[in-house]
């Protein structure tokens, strides 16, 4: 009799444990929803007898797909125990991903492909200032550069890593003296901050900038050119235009050394135009992505 009464018993205990494991999967074959209510009320049991908080509307939470009492509630998960929500303060669904923003949607996206790559055009100012300047007299200590280039991306989403590499025309004017450099900055990612909601992104660069050719031309006397090497560090904010398109707005600092110009050796001009040359420059760029 009593082993038959312990049968009986554990019989019964296997099934409630099964029936209170069952519940939990039942409510929470979960789904997403956003909270559509100004102020939704959270309760503790399905009759809703006990209000113990409520939820902010936005709010997005997870939630189970089966309703209870008629319809009314549906499960949530509050500090990992079950409680229920009302129905009607939530949207589910097809329209909870219609919430989604475009940038949202192109955060999805871009999370599913290995790499990107970006190809633009800029233009700017460089406000640039001389160091050993034996032109000081006629140049002043600094000049206002303007121009423009290209300017290429690459950025690997599997381990963060993004380069970049440009090709920029600048030139200065004072008086009868024209400076132009060409230049081809190339630089790595180091630090990247992305925005959730807006699609708005902070990165800064830094790396080697290469002066192929330099030129100094002094009215119609004489022309002159040369070669420089440097370096740079630059932070770009950019905000998403459309699905493709982006602009970025640069602050860059750039210090670079002129090489292999000398003048004409005369009275008039110093033996050698070697200084070097260093300032900020704000950049802005359409850059589309591919």
Same mark, same amino acid.
């Given at each position: ?49 006990? !209000? ?10 997870? !939630? ?112 009868? !003296? ?113």
């Amino acid at each position: 009799m009593k082993y038959f009464i312990s049968s009986k018993l554990i019989q019964i205990t296997i099934i409630l444990c099964f029936f209170t494991f069952l519940i939990p999967l039942d409510s929470f074959a979960a789904k997403w929803a956003i909270v559509s209510a100004d102020k939704a009320n959270v309760y503790s049991d399905v009759e809703m007898t006990s !209000v113990i908080g409520f939820v902010k509307k936005g709010k997005k939470v997870r !939630v189970g797909e089966v309703s209870k009492n008629q319809g009314k509630l549906i499960a949530i998960i509050v500090s990992k125990k079950i409680a229920y929500i009302a129905v009607s303060d939530l949207k589910t669904g097809v329209e909870v991903e219609s919430l989604k923003t475009i940038t949202q949607k192109l955060r999805d996206k871009e999370s599913q492909v290995q790499s990107q790559h970006r190809i633009g055009i800029y233009g700017g100012m460089y406000q640039g200032y001389f160091v050993g300047n034996d032109f000081k007299d006629s140049l002043g200590d600094g000049l206002l550069f303007v121009g423009g280039g290209l300017r290429g991306y690459y950025d690997d989403f599997k381990d963060g890593t993004g380069h970049r590499i440009g090709l920029e025309y600048l030139t200065a004017v004072k008086d009868d !003296v024209v400076i132009s450099f060409l230049s081809l900055p190339y630089s790595w990612k180091f630090f990247e901050e992305k925005s959730t909601t807006d699609g708005k992104d902070f990165v800064v660069y830094a790396g080697p900038v290469l002066m192929p050719y330099i030129n100094i031309a002094i009215g119609s006397t004489f022309s002159e050119t040369g070669f420089g090497v440097g370096g740079e560090i630059g932070a770009e904010w950019r905000k998403p235009i459309d699905k493709y398109f982006t602009f970025h707005l640069e602050l860059n600092y750039e210090h670079v050394k002129f090489f292999n110009m000398a003048l004409p050796q005369d009275s008039i001009y110093p033996y050698q135009f070697d200084p070097y040359l260093h300032g900020v420059k704000l950049l802005g760029h359409f850059i589309f992505k591919y």
